[in-house]
T-cell receptor, first 115, second 117 residues
Framework: NAGVTQTPKFQVLKTGQSMTLQCAQD?????MYWYRQDPGMGLRLIYY???????DKGEVPNGYNVSRLNKREFSLRLESAAPSQTSVYFC??????????????FGEGSRLTVL | AQKVTQAQTEISVVEKEDVTLDCVYE???????LFWYKQPPSGELVFLIR??????QNEISGRYSWNFQKSTSSFNFTITASQVVDSAVYFC??????????????FGSGTRLSIRP
């Protein structure tokens, strides 16, 4: 019963380096999300995806790109990391159908430090 | 603007006290969902409740209860007879209906609850 799996769990980058956070869910959910969590800021939505092949910007998309590779996987890419992107990143998935919105299921989080 | 406000940044109470966490939201939508999540010190996010905008019934689950009032755009969470294990950060969240079939789901900034023995 894996649920939502994120990799890596920890990463240290230097300013300007690139990296991709991977996320996969095994619950056959159609919607997937990437959030970042900073102290005192709560969870802020970076990007989300309604279905395979579609992505939309959230509240703080600048500096990030995403790819919904298939129904299971939703990756988040930092092309040129900046110290302001030091954060804990959470991937989540949900079942959304018509007027029904299910709860979010979260991964364990990925702690990223940019030096 | 559509947003979720959790004005209480931190709350500290003594064990067995009742405590209420406030959540006020703003939305233009007539159909929306509200959620509460718990984040214990271990860091995972635990789902507590989902409420549809058409269902204004209050809900009780053990020591937890939720008061949803559309008239004041509030969805408050009360813990009765608090316990040390309730110490966590609690988040309120709101769906924003978009033109696609997915909803954006946005969170408040959270309330850190500390229960002292």
């Amino acid at each position: 019963n894996a649920g939502v799996t994120q990799t890596p769990k920890f990463q240290v980058l230097k300013t300007g380096q690139s990296m991709t956070l991977q996320c996969a869910q095994d619950m056959n959910h159609n919607s997937m999300y990437w959030y970042r969590q900073d102290p005192g800021m709560g969870l802020r939505l970076i990007y989300y995806s309604a279905s395979e092949g579609t992505t939309d910007k959230g509240e703080v998309p600048n500096g990030y790109n995403v790819s919904r590779l298939n129904k299971r996987e939703f990756s988040l890419r930092l092309e040129s990391a900046a110290p302001s992107q030091t954060s804990v990143y959470f991937c989540a998935s949900s079942e959304i159908s018509g007027s029904y919105t299910g709860e979010l299921f979260f991964g364990e989080g990925s702690r990223l430090t940019v030096l | 603007a559509q947003k979720v406000t959790q004005a209480q940044t931190e709350i500290s109470v003594v064990e067995k006290e009742d405590v209420t966490l406030d959540c006020v939201y703003e939305t233009r939508d007539t159909t929306y969902y509200l959620f509460w999540y718990k984040q214990p010190p271990s860091g995972e996010l635990v789902f507590l409740i989902r409420r549809n905008s058409f269902d204004e019934q209050n809900e009780i689950s053990g020591r937890y209860s939720w008061n949803f009032q559309k008239s004041t755009s509030s969805f408050n969470f009360t813990i009765t007879a608090s316990q040390v294990v309730d110490s966590a950060v609690y988040f309120c969240a709101l769906t924003l209906e978009g033109y696609s079939s997915a909803s954006k789901i946005i969170f408040g900034s959270g309330t850190r609850l500390s229960i002292r023995p």
